[in-house]
């Protein structure tokens, strides 16, 4: 009858072996710890990542109303339908002659309620010496909420957004301020905007 050769001691590491191990996995953790720094504003909490803010609670807010919300009561106009050209009509004569070339990039509507983003084109003015130069629009881009009224569709003047909401995640910064200006703007309507001007939509 054979007998197997026994296995050899298998001995724990040693305590300096187990503090340098440690070590190796925690020193990623501490450098990333060390570059990270809260920053309380009026607006919320930013984090400062290797001296940079960054609005982590806003992207993760942005992702969660992305995964949760329910647009399925909420209508994306086509352009050139009539919802989409009414809405051009009603931009274009909001303040003009300024707003004349509204050019929406979206819009969606839910019941008599609507949100356009848009562009405005315009000739703009030559540089100086008459060269050839870009064009520039006469209005920034902007968010629009419109109601529609026996009349038409009617601009809501204290729901137009416009600017940059740096360092603040975008989407979800616009949105809240949607909700806070047009207490009245369906729910839904305003989590299912998804901004698309590159400003808007970072």
């Given at each position: 009858m054979s007998t197997l050769p026994p296995r050899p001691a298998i001995g724990r590491p040693r305590p300096r072996r187990r503090a340098l191990l440690a070590l190796a996995w925690a020193?990623?953790?501490l450098l990333v710890l060390s570059q990270l720094r809260?920053?309380?504003q009026d607006q919320g909490v930013l984090l400062e990542l290797?001296?940079?803010p960054v609005d982590a609670?806003?992207?993760?807010?942005?992702a969660w109303q992305r995964m949760a919300r329910d647009c399925t009561a909420v209508q994306r106009w086509p352009a050139g339908s009539a919802s989409w050209l009414a809405a051009q009509q009603a931009l274009a004569g909001h303040s003009?002659?300024?707003s004349q070339g509204a050019r929406p990039l979206q819009v969606l509507q839910q019941g008599d309620w609507l949100l356009a983003?848009?562009?405005w084109d315009g000739t703009g003015a030559p540089p100086a010496g008459g060269a050839a130069g870009p064009v520039i629009a006469p209005l920034d881009p902007a968010v629009v909420a419109l109601r529609r009224v026996a009349g038409g569709l009617q601009v809501q003047t204290e729901g137009v957004w416009s600017g940059d909401?740096?360092?603040?995640?975008?989407?979800?910064?616009?949105r809240r301020w949607l909700q806070q200006q047009v207490p009245g703007l369906p729910v839904g309507l305003v989590l299912c905007l998804d901004p698309q001007w590159p400003v808007f939509a970072r």
């Open positions: 020193a990623p953790m809260l920053l309380p290797a001296g940079m609670a806003g992207r993760l807010q942005g003009p002659p300024s983003e848009v562009v909401t740096g360092p603040w995640a975008a989407p979800v910064f616009i």
